[in-house]
């Protein structure tokens, strides 16, 4: 924290509470935070920088928030009342080289990084010169490596979704690895995760393995590569929620574990240095970032991001993110949780953004189910009809849908269950298998609500939503119903971005942590449980035969 004394700035200064100044170094833009009037003659500089040249005080915060997605990446700018004010989207592509095989091409997704982030400072009228801070939320677990000295991918990016590692996990399982794993690291032994993705690089090409061993070569998930190229190749760089998701963490600790690296084989010098999740990471380089310098003061992985964009910051706030699958996180305190079984152990974003620890669960299909019922059935021409058609019966007729199309994910985490429909009969069509797979989505996220009470022994009244399917009213009061919870949906969904917003505001000192912006916390809509108790029983019922049905086939 660096004095400087009022007489070094300009003598017309008004400062009004908690103003900030942007000032020109003799090298850079810094960033000093007015924490009340001047006392005493001098300020506080609370971010980097020297003595200033000169000083302009900012009219208003922008921030830009990059969300780099599975399927798609987007940018979002807000300004200081978190008004959303910029936003651009564009897909990525995935590739499919073998059946259960999923890569992506990280030169690709920073290519388009940097054409959505120029479009959104287009749309906000903005230059990007303007920018104060910039948040990062990203896909976890995909697994990127690179050279060190060209910055150039080695391999195509495998991705979460990708099962090449299987067998490896499998061996490793077999050879008793699981549960000392799972107790250092609060995962499972499974290719979700990023560690058994870098070991099959490893075995598949041992020369990867040598050049990673001689410093040559840098690991990342999406947040790293990103830091890198943005930093100009200066910043190798990962925020705790991301290196929780590797397989190569301590929980507890939370560092790098040195036996699990041992047990991946994996080189400690290619790995990111780790640093909270709302903090000063590195600043843009101009010549590789659309010409500006800022700091990027905010990372964090999709989901803890989403969990701390909705305000889950006290034990037992829950959230659930409804896209291609569900995601849904609780968060647990200041302590590792127990371990639950069927569930996830991992790091999340205490109020300030620093790490603390949330309970975990993901539901492979939901949203693709919809897809399914459109692109493969025909029975839809786009997602918002299924609202209309599941509210135009009164049930589905005894009818469920277990969406099993790449397994069941928590809590039964078998791979090897495939979709199923129980209890079809002759007055069953088109409405009650669009409303039962509406429904499927429900039944599955009521399964991991009652196990994350279980897990964190506190009830759980309320449940916060996001993501593209929690527009569906039906769904969510479906949701209520069956769960016998209320749910709400706040006026903006996208709780990923903005996480990633607010921990680069409270990481640049842009934003005071217990002062955020009221509108990113506004309700839509609440959904109150409405559903008999007895019916309720007797829906859920079914839904457990159903799954048992479908685990038997």
Not at 455 to 471: F, K, T, Y
Request: net charge negative.
């Amino acid at each position: 924290m660096k004095r400087l004394a009022a007489h070094e700035l300009p003598s017309h200064l008004d400062l009004p509470l908690d103003s900030i100044v942007r000032c020109w170094t003799t090298s850079h833009w810094a960033y000093i935070l007015f924490r009340g009037r001047l006392e005493n003659d001098t300020f506080t500089e609370t971010r980097h920088g020297k003595q200033s040249a000169r000083t302009i005080i900012t009219g208003h915060i922008m921030i830009l928030s990059i969300d780099q997605g599975t399927t798609g990446t987007t940018a979002f700018v807000f300004d200081s009342r978190g008004a959303q004010i910029g936003y651009s989207y564009a897909e990525i592509s995935n590739y499919y080289p073998k059946p259960g095989w999923v890569e992506q091409n990280a030169e690709e997704i920073w290519q388009i990084t940097l054409s959505v982030c120029s479009a959104a400072l287009e749309r906000a009228g903005i230059r990007a010169s303007d920018i104060q801070a910039v948040g990062i939320t990203n896909q976890r677990e995909t697994t990127i490596l690179w050279d060190r000295h060209t910055g150039e991918p080695v391999h195509p990016a495998i991705v979460w979704q990708c099962r090449r590692s299987a067998e490896i996990c499998a061996e490793l399982v077999a050879a008793g690895n699981s549960q000392w794993l799972r107790e250092r690291s609060g995962l499972l032994l499974d290719a979700y995760f990023s560690a058994s993705k870098l070991l099959w690089l490893f075995r598949q090409n041992p020369k990867l393995l040598a050049r990673a061993r001689s410093g040559a070569l840098c690991f990342g998930t999406m947040d790293s590569w990103l830091i890198w190229k943005m930093s100009g190749g200066r910043a190798h760089l990962t925020d705790h929620t991301n290196a929780s998701r590797t397989l190569l963490y301590n929980l507890a600790q939370k560092h790098w574990d040195p036996e699990l690296l041992a047990l991946f084989d994996c080189p400690e010098s290619i790995l990111p240095e780790i640093r909270p999740s709302a903090s000063y990471f590195t600043d843009t380089d101009p010549k590789a970032f659309l010409g500006t310098d800022a700091p990027i003061c905010g990372v964090a992985g999709d989901q803890q991001a989403a969990l701390f964009g909705q305000g889950c910051i006290h034990p037992g706030d829950i959230k659930n993110t409804y896209g291609t699958g569900c995601f849904m996180l609780a968060f647990a305190g200041e302590m590792p949780p127990a371990l639950p079984q069927g569930l996830l152990a991992t790091v999340a974003c205490d109020v300030h953004g620093a790490p603390a620890y949330a309970v975990e669960g993901s539901v492979f299909t939901a949203g693709s189910a919809v897809q399914w019922l459109r692109d493969e059935l025909g029975l839809i021409q786009q997602a918002a009809e299924t609202e209309i058609i599941a509210q135009s019966i009164p049930d589905t007729r005894g009818v469920y849908l277990v969406p099993a199309f790449s397994g069941l994910g928590a809590p039964h985490w078998n791979p090897l269950a495939r979709g199923t429909i129980c209890g079809l009969s002759r007055g069953a069509g088109r409405a009650e298998l669009v409303r039962a797979t509406l429904e499927s989505i429900a039944y599955q996220s009521d399964e991991l609500v009652r196990l994350m009470s279980e897990a964190l022994d506190l009830p759980i009244s309320h449940m916060r939503v996001d993501g593209g399917a929690s527009v569906n009213n039906f769904l969510m009061q479906f949701q209520a119903d069956i769960s016998a919870l209320r749910v709400e949906r706040p006026r903006q969904i996208e709780s990923t971005a903005i996480g990633a917003a607010l921990l680069a505001g409270i990481g640049s000192g842009l934003w005071q942590s217990r002062r955020l912006p009221e509108c990113l916390k506004e309700i839509d809509r609440d959904f109150l449980p409405a559903m008999a108790a007895p019916k309720r029983e007797s829906l859920l019922a079914g839904w457990k035969r159903a799954v048992s049905a479908c685990q038997a086939f």
